[in-house]
Structures are given as structure tokens and as C-alpha cells.
């Protein structure tokens, strides 16, 4: 009997976690238990097992010739160490490495060896992956480059404290157009030193994140005492990343006063239906005046009435200035794009940033309107028949707001405002990539389908059969009807909530 479960326990411990028997410290008596009820045996024959060292390793040889394990040999070694090294160029997090070798070895039915031997070769794989990132980066920059990276360590910036990198990354302030035109002025920066054109985009996102986030940890100071190759490679990545970082941020402080101007337009309107009361329109003439009185009181109530819907957008034009402070940069310095072939909204945005460059003051006749709503339309023309540039720019301003947020206008350079289709893989790394990508599904649309209608099938008969069977479920005049699920909340669930509510210290809102 002992040999029996001995053997059983030696199999699946080999199965999972993957060790042999002999390296496994203890197993739960749960565990011992589950497997002799199988057996039908005693789970305490276990304890006489293990008598002989000459026994077990007897039947591991069995076990390993019976179902085709192999020890962790040198060869092992080589082939776990390729893999890892393959995915450590997309990751390089040590535990989900770790967990990789795990997998990979279980997979090829490779007994484990010691945690020690695996921490080594992810170690290895590690260092591999990034002395190949590091090289790869830093050969691809000329002489120039190179220099004028090191002076980001070296230079301080129009003779501050701090260097030039510093500079580049200090934190964002508060949104505002004065904080737009910072960001910008560090993009141009960026854009100066040409990185993009280093050899980085054939490696994986994930890695440069990670890449990205380490580097931005580094002082100055630090970065300098690194080799040249790896000080180059950090510096690229994280000039490349932090640009598209200070892009996203920069839209995003367009976004902010974008609603900062509609909200002041809000509360305009607010105070001066506060001040000159709810119904000025109707009470123009609310009684019989003289001429004189009667002109000047229409010419008074001309000031104070406003449009019948109520609309705010009539008080903005006043705000226009507060925008032009930081848009003419924005436009000049963010780089909009669209997937259509033909955007008006595109063509709008070059008509300005044409008239932004040249001086010119009046909106040509033959501008592109058809994408700015109705609501904009209404304010768009002058009593004369031209168009008024201040609602025509900042209706342009809040559709490429809108367009952007929707993803139906991206932001060439940027990380969250990017080309939907620079999220998915290519076609050809498809190609490459789609034979070694362990699924869930098959990759194949016609399989994939065929076994999606199948299943889809299978259980529409099994319904058909024994609906009637099933509790809240009605099937009656062509319609299927589910009755309303009741709520099903544990008492000790109620009970958990209010003791966690009561960790929670009582303070005021305001301090919140």
C-alpha cells in the first residue's frame, strides 16, 4: 500500500509543482488524503514510504520512463535560458519570469530544478536582454546625439540650479495656458535632440515602459556613472517616453480650459439672470412710455435680454483672448491626424494655424464648416456675411477636443491619443508572433466560428428539451421570458461592510 500512494504522491508532485519527491519539504495531509481515497487506501501507509532512499528514486526512474520526464540537464538549461531570454526582451519583471520558467519547463515535462538554479538563469536572461536593448539603442546614435545627451547631465538650464534634464522633468503645474506654454517649450526641446530616429520601435512597449519608468527614477548625478552604452540607451527611452507624456498632458490642459471657458460662460449667464431677473424678454414694454424714455428703455432691455434657448455661448466671445493666449502654439506644436482620408476638421485646423503664421486677420469665405454643430453655427456669421474668427477658432478648438477624446482624431507622437492602429500588432509581426501565442481560442476565424456555432447549438437543443425545468424561466406565445433575480446579499456580507465602514475615521468634508 505504501508504495502504491508513494508512487501516486512522487506523480503528482511531479505534475505540479514539478519538483521530485525528495525536494518537496511537506505536502498537506488534505492533499495525501484526496490521493489515497482514490486508491482506496489508508492515507497513513504514506508514512512508511519513504524508508528506503534506494525505493523512491526506483520508482522516479519508472515514473520518468512511463511518462516521458527528463531531469534538468545542461542542454535544459540552454534551451529554458533562450526562452527566457526571448520573453525577458518584452518583460522583465523577475516573479513573472520566474513564473515563465516555471510554466515552461512544466510544459516540457522538465523536473524542476533548485529555486536557486532558476533565480540564475532569469538573472542571466535579464542581463542578456538588457546589455542587447542597451547596445542596440546606443550604436544607433551618432557622435552628435551622443553629445548632446551628455550635455543634459552637464548643462544647467538658462543658468538655473538644475541641469537641463532636471528640467525636462519636473513635475507638470497647475493647468493653466502659462503651464501649456512650459510643455510645449520642453517638447520642442525634445524634438531638437532627434532621438526618434534611434533604433528602439522593433522593441517590445512593455520592456520600454519599464525601461522608461527605471530610468525616470535616476537623478542626474546617477545617470552619469553608468556605462556609456546604458546611459545613452536610458536617455533615449526616456526622452522618447516623457515627450509623449508631456503631449498627452499638454491636450489635456486644452481639455481643462476648454470646460474652463464654458463654465465661466455658465456663470455669466447665471449672474445676469440673477441681477436683471428670469423673464427679460418678455418685458420689454410693460407699459406706455413717452418717445425719449421708450427709446432709451428698448435700447436698455436690448442689453439685458438673452437668446430665447438661453444659450451662453454669446457671452464667450469676450473669453477669446484667454484662449489665444496658449492655441497658436498648441496647434503649432501638436501635430493632429486623422484615419479619414477627407477631415474638414483638419483642413479647419491648417486654415489657422495659416492665418497664425502669416498675420492675417479675416476667415476665408470657403473654410470648412460642416463638422461645427448647430449650436456653434448660430454665432458663426456677422451681420456683414463674413465669418466671425473668435467663434469660428473656438468652434474648431472644442470639435478637436471632442474628436481627440473620441479617438476619431490622433495625436502623432503621443501615448493615449494615439492611432487606434498603432495599438495592434502589424500584419506581418501577426504572422510571426500568432504561432507561438498561446490562446484560449484558436486563431483561425473559420475554426473558431464553426466551433463557436457548434457549442452555440448544443446548447440551444439542451434548452429546447428542459426549459420548462429551469426556476424563473417562461416560455409561452413566441417569447421568452426570465423572471427578475431577487437580491442575494449575505448577511455576514452586510455585516463585514459596517465593520469596515467603522475603520474609517469621521472627518469633514472639507478636509477630505
Not at 27 to 41: C, D, F, G, H
Not at 74 to 79: G, M, S, V
Not at 172 to 185: H, K, M
Request: aromatic share 12%; proline share 3%.
Amino acid at each position: 500500500d505504501e508504495n502504491k500512494l508513494g508512487v501516486a504522491v512522487q506523480l503528482a508532485v511531479l505534475r505540479f509543482p514539478g519538483w521530485p519527491f525528495t525536494h518537496v519539504k511537506s505536502i498537506p495531509t488534505s492533499v495525501i488524503r484526496y490521493v489515497a481515497n482514490q486508491l482506496e487506501l489508508n492515507y497513513s501507509s504514506i508514512f512508511n514510504y519513504p524508508q528506503r532512499e534506494n525505493t523512491l528514486w526506483a520508482h522516479l526512474k519508472e515514473i520518468r520512463e512511463k511518462y516521458e520526464y527528463s531531469s534538468f540537464t545542461d542542454e535544459k538549461y540552454k534551451i529554458t535560458f533562450n526562452h527566457i531570454f526571448k520573453i525577458s526582451l518584452e518583460n522583465e519583471d523577475a516573479l513573472h519570469l520566474i513564473n515563465v520558467c516555471l510554466n515552461f519547463l512544466r510544459a516540457n515535462k522538465i523536473i524542476l530544478p533548485a529555486i536557486t538554479t532558476l533565480e540564475k538563469i532569469v538573472w542571466e536572461a535579464k542581463l542578456e536582454a538588457e546589455k542587447v536593448l542597451m547596445d542596440t539603442v546606443s550604436d544607433s546614435l551618432t557622435a552628435e546625439q551622443k553629445e548632446s545627451l551628455d550635455n543634459l547631465l552637464l548643462i544647467s538650464y538658462e543658468n538655473s540650479n538644475k541641469t537641463t534634464l532636471g528640467w525636462l522633468k519636473e513635475p507638470v503645474g497647475f493647468p493653466s495656458p502659462d503651464t501649456f506654454l512650459s510643455i510645449a517649450e520642453k517638447i520642442e526641446y525634445i524634438r531638437t535632440l532627434n532621438v526618434e530616429s534611434t533604433s528602439i520601435n522593433h522593441f517590445h512597449p512593455q520592456r520600454l515602459s519599464q525601461t522608461y519608468r527605471l530610468a525616470l527614477r535616476y537623478e542626474p548625478y546617477a545617470l552619469r556613472d553608468f556605462k556609456d552604452s546604458k546611459r545613452y540607451a536610458l536617455l533615449v527611452i526616456l526622452l522618447i517616453n516623457l515627450s509623449k507624456d508631456l503631449i498627452d498632458k499638454a491636450f489635456d490642459i486644452h481639455h481643462r480650459q476648454m470646460l474652463t471657458l464654458f463654465s465661466k460662460g455658465r456663470k455669466t449667464q447665471e449672474q445676469i439672470q440673477q441681477q436683471n431677473g428670469k423673464k427679460l424678454n418678455e418685458k420689454v414694454l410693460d407699459k406706455i412710455f413717452g418717445w425719449d424714455s421708450f427709446v432709451s428703455s428698448v435700447e436698455e432691455a436690448q442689453g439685458l435680454a438673452r437668446p430665447i434657448d438661453f444659450d451662453y455661448l454669446d457671452l464667450l466671445q469676450t473669453k477669446f483672448y484667454f484662449l489665444r493666449r496658449y492655441t497658436p502654439t498648441l496647434l503649432r506644436v501638436l501635430e493632429f491626424t486623422s484615419t479619414k482620408t477627407k477631415e474638414p476638421l483638419i483642413d479647419a485646423i491648417s486654415v489657422i494655424k495659416e492665418l497664425n503664421q502669416t498675420g492675417k486677420r479675416k476667415i476665408p469665405l470657403d473654410v470648412p464648416i460642416e463638422f461645427i454643430s448647430k449650436r456653434w453655427k448660430k454665432y458663426l456669421y456677422d451681420e456683414d456675411g463674413s465669418i466671425n474668427r473668435h467663434y469660428y477658432e473656438m468652434a474648431v478648438l472644442e470639435e478637436l477636443r471632442e474628436h481627440v477624446k473620441s479617438g476619431d482624431i490622433s495625436i502623432t507622437g503621443s501615448k493615449q491619443y494615439m492611432d487606434f492602429e498603432e495599438y495592434i500588432l502589424s500584419k506581418d509581426a501577426w504572422e510571426k508572433r500568432k504561432i507561438n501565442i498561446d490562446l484560449a481560442v484558436d486563431v483561425s476565424y473559420e475554426v473558431f466560428m464553426k466551433e463557436r456555432i457548434e457549442s452555440l447549438n448544443t446548447r440551444l437543443k439542451w434548452f429546447s428539451k428542459n426549459f420548462h425545468q429551469l426556476k424563473g424561466v417562461s416560455f409561452s406565445n413566441g417569447k421568452l421570458s426570465l423572471s427578475r433575480l431577487e437580491k442575494d446579499f449575505p448577511e455576514e456580507a452586510k455585516k463585514l461592510s459596517s465593520s469596515l465602514y467603522q475603520l474609517i475615521p469621521r472627518i469633514k468634508l472639507t478636509e477630505l
